[in-house]
């Protein structure tokens, strides 16, 4: 049985969904493994009816990028800021627009900061890849951490299917694994976000959804 990366469960291959326990559960907590990260100027933490639940990417001036299980209640985002609780800018969100498990969300004023570079390639098979969340850093039990957290995965194929069907880029652990809150978090090969966090297995791998594969659908909705 499958965990999203985030609260819903779904019964396919793969054991969580990435976003974060529901609000009656333990607040979520980074990566599982990995290291605190000290800039993160493109990082975007997701809110949803004021509890943090989703890791994201703020793209251009108005438009963040998550993962579509993330979407639920009153949105808003904190951007700018490796403390997903303090620093940074704060925007609600006016609208949202998903495809497969991704999901753009426009913010209701603009933010100035440095914003993400989108890939339109699939990073190789057997290339090392970054990984970024405020996800749990245990599967049961933790604290709650508020710093950004980062670990190196290696891709083992770009044709798998992330939560809703789309293409996804499947990896393993090499020093650590995404869980819990870090759903809609990127993947990053050579500088360019080539993934969003969709689901994991609760052990090494996870299935990031392809930028790549709806690169179209993104500057269609967000005009990057």
Same mark, same amino acid.
């Given at each position: 049985? $499958?965990?999203?990366?985030?609260?819903?469960?779904?019964?396919?291959?793969?054991? %969580?969904?990435?976003?974060?326990?529901?609000?009656?559960?333990?607040?979520?907590?980074?990566?599982?493994?990995?290291?605190?990260?000290?800039? %993160?100027?493109?990082?975007? @933490?997701?809110?949803?009816?004021?509890?943090?639940?989703?890791?994201?990417?703020?793209?251009?001036?108005?438009?963040?990028?998550?993962?579509?299980?993330?979407?639920?209640?009153?949105?808003?985002?904190? &951007?700018?800021? &490796? *403390?997903?609780?303090?620093?940074?800018?704060? $925007?609600?969100?006016?609208?949202?627009?998903?495809?497969?498990?991704? %999901?753009?969300?426009?913010?209701?004023?603009?933010?100035?900061?440095? *914003?993400?570079?989108?890939?339109?390639?699939?990073?190789?098979?057997?290339?090392? =890849?970054?990984? *970024?969340?405020?996800?749990?850093?245990?599967?049961?039990?933790? +604290?709650? +951490?508020?710093?950004?957290?980062?670990?190196?995965?290696?891709?083992?194929?770009?044709?798998?299917?992330?939560?809703?069907?789309? $293409?996804?880029?499947?990896?393993? $652990?090499? =020093?650590? =694994?995404?869980?819990?809150?870090?759903?809609?978090?990127?993947?990053?090969?050579?500088? @360019?976000?080539?993934?969003?966090?969709?689901?994991?297995?609760?052990? +090494?791998?996870?299935?990031?959804?392809?930028?790549?594969? =709806?690169?179209?659908?993104?500057?269609?909705?967000?005009?990057?």
């Amino acid at each position: 049985m $499958r965990l999203r990366l985030a609260t819903a469960i779904f019964a396919t291959a793969l054991a %969580a969904v990435l976003a974060a326990p529901s609000v009656a559960s333990a607040a979520p907590q980074p990566i599982i493994g990995g290291g605190t990260v000290s800039s %993160a100027p493109w990082a975007a @933490a997701v809110f949803s009816n004021g509890s943090f639940t989703c890791s994201g990417t703020i793209i251009s001036s108005q438009w963040v990028l998550t993962a579509r299980h993330c979407v639920s209640g009153t949105m808003s985002v904190r &951007v700018g800021s &490796v *403390y997903r609780a303090s620093g940074g800018v704060t $925007r609600t969100v006016s609208a949202s627009y998903s495809r497969y498990d991704l %999901a753009l969300l426009q913010l209701s004023s603009a933010v100035s900061t440095s *914003y993400v570079t989108l890939s339109s390639s699939y990073p190789p098979v057997g290339s090392t =890849n970054s990984i *970024y969340g405020w996800g749990m850093t245990c599967y049961s039990g933790c +604290s709650a +951490s508020s710093q950004l957290k980062t670990a190196n995965v290696q891709v083992t194929s770009t044709n798998v299917t992330d939560a809703y069907g789309g $293409r996804a880029i499947r990896s393993t $652990r090499i =020093n650590g =694994n995404a869980w819990r809150g870090d759903s809609g978090g990127p993947q990053f090969y050579n500088g @360019a976000q080539v993934g969003v966090a969709s689901t994991a297995d609760g052990q +090494s791998i996870q299935n990031y959804g392809s930028v790549a594969y =709806n690169r179209a659908w993104i500057t269609s909705v967000s005009g990057v």
